[in-house]
Every structure is written in C-alpha cells, then in structure tokens.
C-alpha cells in the first residue's frame, strides 16, 4: 500500500510540474486567462546590456526597443517565480523589471508592466480612487474619464490582483491591464492588367470571374469624398502612387510622424494596404486603388521591432491604449471608413468601447464602417473581428476557395480564420501592390478589397 501511495504521489507531483500555469484577471463577471510561458521571459534593462542579454538568451532574442526584449531560457523549472531566479543566476544583469509572457487562447503573446486604463464614471476624480495605491496616472487626452494608471514596482501578478479588487468600486466605469501586444499584421496602372481581385481573367490559374466586380461597382463610385482611416503600422508619406490621396494622419505610438511609418525598418504594411484602397488611378503608373479617389488618413497604432521580412522574430508591437487612441482619432477626424488588417489577443474594453463608439457616434452619428480581419491562422475568428458591430473579414484565393494551406495559390504557411462570425471572404493572395519602395511583405491583406462594394453606402 506504502508503494501504491509512493507512486500516485510521484506521478502526481510530476503532473503538476508538466502542467502549464496560468493566470487570470476577472473583467466585470468574466473571467480572462492566459497560459504562462514556459521559458520566455519580457526583459527591461540596461541599452548597454543588449549584447550580453542576447548573447545569454537561447538563440531567440526578441528585441522590442533599445530597453526590452523577450527573451528565452530553456530547461528551468517550477513556477514562473522559480524559473525567473534561475534565469537572473544565469546572466549578471540588473534587470529593470521581468515579466511573464502571457499567452492567449489564440496564440497572441501579450505583457502587462504594471499600467492599467481605468475608465472613471462622471464626476469621479481619479486621485480618490488611487489614493491608497502606488500608481501614478495620465489623462487619456482623446477619450473623456479614461486614465492611465502605472507602477513600476507592481508585477504582473500583483496587478492582476489590484484590478480584482477594483472591479468592486462603484465608482470605476471599468478598469483593465494596458497590455502590451505582439501582433502580426494579417496581410502579405502599368500592373492594372495583372489585378486579379479587380477583374479575374484566369491570372495565376484562377477561375475568370473569381473577382469582386470592382470595374462594375466603379460605374457607382470610385471613392470621391470619402476617408477611409488605415490603422495600422503607417503609410509612405512620398509614394508616387499615393501622394495626391494621403492626409496627414496620427501616430498613436507617440512617434509624431503624423502617420507615416518607419522606413529604416521596412514597415511597409500600413503602405501596401493603403495602395490597395487608394493608389492614385490613371497616372500610367503602378496599380489602381479600388476606391482610387478616396482619401486615406494614416494612423500609426503599431511599429515593428526591426528584425528582417521573413523573420519569425518580426512582430508588431503596440497596446491596448494606442489602439484605442488610434481608433478614436480617426473618428474624431472624419473617418468614414476604418480599415483595420490586424488582430489577435484577448477581448479590451479599452479597445471595444472605442470601436463602439466608431460604429454608433461617427460620420456625426451615422456611424462609421469598421472593418477587421478574420484573422491567417486557419482557426476561428480572432478578436476585433469577432465582435458583431464590425465587418469580419475573411480571405479567398484566385479559385474562388477560401485561403488555406492547401488552397491553389500555393502559399502553404497560412489560412483565412474562418466560422461563425465571418461576414464575408474578399480576394485575399497574389495582390499586387504599389511600386516603388513599398517591400512585398508577405502581404495578405483581407480588408481593403471590399472597400468599393461599402462605399456606395456610405454616401448615403
């Protein structure tokens, strides 16, 4: 019996070593859980300890800015405050801060560093309601009652636990981490002829006619009139094919490049979905947009952390608060139409409350068209798109299929998200883009396509 007991007990402890630890916050009455890495970890340091911190970490360091990283160390054990000691033993650095990375559901990896949004009810001053807290505050300056709430000192657990008990005060509207998120964006005339979205012949053995009937919706509109916000990375402000229809625009990452990219690092995305809504038509050059003469305002939610096009390790990265602001500008600046082809990671208030208010109170209260990708990891519809106000959009191939790993056009990396939720599937592989300096970075965008179908409806 001694043996038997000796064995469940060994068998059960050795479970509990396998089995992945987690981690939650409750977000009103529901609860939002995240699996813990194993053996990623998010870094803040010294910019002179870079190279060393790369040198240790095993073989994929991933650099967010010139004081962070994720980095990753195999074969340490227990919980993540036991395998963060580990790791500190290895590497004589003194560490600003070190986090768990949080992973969700669907595989987005997200951090939170001690700063939360808490959206006071009329009338409230924040300072009351911190006042026995160790958190400093800043006003959101484009959305009335919502501060941001930071600490240096609090982990990661600790404020989880702080907005648990918050959620009790009658007094906050809601309050939630500001997560830091690592997205990858969901995208990949002389050339006009080649635009098989636009007019399907059979180009890259398609099926002729497997196309949007963008040269029919024309005869209605070809954009006149109309905004439409690319949220997204940012757009190249001096793109012969694009200048005559960009606006100044925001950068909601606190660059103040009004919108416009970085070009050192090859963020080209925000460019390459902008052409395919608006690339300036009839100039005998590059393509044409489908809504050629639309007007696009830029808005910077997002920058990616450097490494090459193809590189695993590229990611965007960006926050519960730029995206909010990012969307709420845009609204705040006439935006009919908010063209959004990206997504991942849990459910934000933060960000929903703003994509409400887009849907209800833009175009001065007749609302504004938001749409979103469905999402490239061939599995259910991941969140923005998910919610019911929005347009989710999923991507079709030449051959008139859904995109999916086995689909005809070859690319064998990726799938549309599909299943409840998908509103409509649009031309989403082989599309040409604007010349010029704009990098073919793996571009899929599932969004822009349909824009023309929309416009007509917006003009009413």
């Not at 990949?188 to 398609?206: E, M, T």
């Not at 012969?240 to 070009?263: E, H, V």
């Amino acid at each position: 019996m001694k043996k038997l007991i000796l064995i469940l007990t060994f068998l059960s402890f050795n479970f509990s070593i396998k089995a992945q630890e987690k981690i939650n916050y409750t977000d009103k009455s529901k609860k939002i859980e995240f699996e813990i890495s194993k053996d990623e970890f998010y870094t803040e340091f010294s910019p002179n300890d870079t190279q060393l911190l790369e040198n240790k970490s095993e073989n994929d360091f991933q650099k967010l800015n010139n004081n962070s990283a994720i980095v990753k160390f195999k074969n340490l054990t227990g919980d993540f405050t036991s395998r963060k000691n580990q790791m500190k033993t290895q590497i004589s650095i003194q560490f600003e801060r070190i986090e768990p990375v949080l992973i969700y559901r669907d595989g987005t990896k997200q951090i939170a560093k001690g700063e939360a949004n808490i959206k006071l009810k009329p009338n409230v001053n924040i300072q009351d309601v911190i006042k026995d807290l160790d958190f400093g505050f800043e006003p959101n300056s484009l959305i009335e009652n919502l501060y941001l709430i930071s600490s240096k000192s609090l982990s990661t657990y600790d404020l989880f636990k702080t907005i648990d008990k918050l959620q009790a005060d009658n007094r906050i509207e809601y309050i939630e981490p500001n997560f830091i998120r690592l997205l990858a964006p969901h995208t990949n005339d002389s050339l006009y002829s080649s635009q098989w979205s636009v007019n399907n012949q059979g180009y890259y053995g398609g099926v002729i006619d497997a196309d949007m009937d963008v040269e029919e919706a024309w005869s209605y509109t070809t954009g006149n009139d109309i905004k439409v916000a690319i949220i997204d990375e940012g757009v190249d402000f001096n793109h012969p094919d694009l200048m005559a229809n960009l606006l100044l625009g925001y950068d909601a990452t606190g660059g103040n490049s009004n919108g416009g990219p970085n070009i050192t690092t090859d963020d080209s995305h925000g460019t390459a979905c902008a052409g395919i809504v608006a690339a300036v038509g009839n100039n005998n050059l590059g393509v044409a947009g489908i809504a050629y003469n639309s007007k696009i305002l830029p808005v910077r939610i997002a920058y990616t952390n450097g490494y090459p096009l193809g590189d695993q390790r590229r990611k965007w990265i960006s926050s519960d608060t730029w995206i909010a602001n990012g969307i709420s500008w845009a609204v705040q600046n006439g935006a009919d139409v908010l063209s959004n082809s990206w997504g991942g990671g849990s459910p934000s208030t933060t960000i929903t409350n703003a994509i409400n208010n887009a849907v209800t109170n833009g175009r001065n209260g007749k609302g504004c068209i938001v749409l979103f990708s469905s999402g490239n990891e061939n599995t259910a519809v991941s969140y923005p798109a998910t919610l019911p106000n929005v347009i989710a959009v999923g991507a079709s191939s030449m051959c008139d299929q859904r995109k999916t790993p086995t689909s005809c056009d070859g690319e064998t990396r990726w799938g549309s998200n599909y299943g409840t939720g998908i509103d409509v599937i649009a031309p989403g592989v082989q599309i040409l883009l604007p010349i010029y300096q704009v990098s073919r970075d793996t571009v899929r965008p599932t969004i822009s396509r349909i824009l023309t179908a929309l416009l007509q409806h917006v003009q009413t």
